[in-house]
């Protein structure tokens, strides 16, 4: 509904995650990344998930994190 929404992207990415589709869910998530007025802030929200969150979101967290750290400079370590 709001698609300028980092929020509403990330949370798309976990419905679509729980349904093992995983193209779409990184999708989502890049998205998330896209639209974000604070791409460090969601990328630590992005990895504390990946740590800490559902089992089945874990692999498609962590693809869609390696992807926007090769797109978005700021992220690199």
Known sequence: ????????????GDVFGLKGESINAIACFSNAYRFSKNRISTHKYMINLAKNGVDELKNVRLRAIELAEKLYP???N
């Open 74 to 76: 700021e992220l690199q």
């Open 1 to 12: 509904i709001s698609p300028d929404r980092s929020i509403s992207w990330a949370k798309l």
